[in-house]
């Protein structure tokens, strides 16, 4: 075998070796309450967000993609705007987490009433509690109470696999060794949507994903937000979080079900 052959060898031998398993500083975890609780530290390190996403919205109600602003702040303070293609406003969400405020611009109408998911949902066609959606606009997976765990090791897709069991339900998270960030969440026995955390980077000293994907398969709709230009950590505009309905706007008041109320 000449040179030329033999680098050739080579570089196709190196690329068909499977890359090392990179740990972090812990080094590799073996027991799943350990991983549980740093999964939880990992998540706590961010508590608010501000700037521009691409929202993706698939659902039997229907489909499409719209620019969106939004400030989140935890535990449960939202404000979300969204736009069409030409940059007209299409509707808002305002939530305190004690009340909501949904405007939507085509026919000019306020809704407002006690925070509850079904009322958050007239902005998103599925039904979250605030709690939630902030928690997974910040990158961060709502986290079963476990009254069982396990840990595994899928060296093939280069995660930790921590599955947590209660009662008839159990979520199974993949997790990134090296950052122990969740990249993918899914729930089963009980209704429920599936996670997915991609395009991490890091901001100052923060690993954060740039696409979050929620898939609630039994209402059949998918959501993607794609971050643009976001910062962390910041000091919030409380101003944003104030519920006033625009100039002009019909006021519509409903109840926790979403029904409206007499005037």
Known sequence: MNRAAAAIFLVLLCSACPKRLEFGPEGRIEDAPTLYQHVRERQAQVVNLEGDAKLRVESPQGSGTLGTF?????????????????????????????????????????????????????????????EELVAVMLGQVPLLPPETMTLALDEKERVYVLTLVRGAAKQTLRVDPRHLRVVKSEVRGVPGYDLAFEDFKQRGELLFPGKVILTASQADTQLELRYTEITLNGRPDLTLYELTPPEGARVVEVDAQGRELPG
């Open 70 to 130: 939004l400030s989140i702040t935890r535990p449960g303070l939202i404000h979300l705007e969204t736009y069409d293609f030409f940059n007209r406003p299409v509707a808002s969400l305002v939530s305190d987490g004690a009340r909501f405020g949904v405007y939507q611009a085509q026919g000019n109408t306020y809704f407002q009433g006690p925070s509850s998911p079904e009322n958050v949902s007239r902005f998103l066609p599925i039904v979250l509690p605030s």
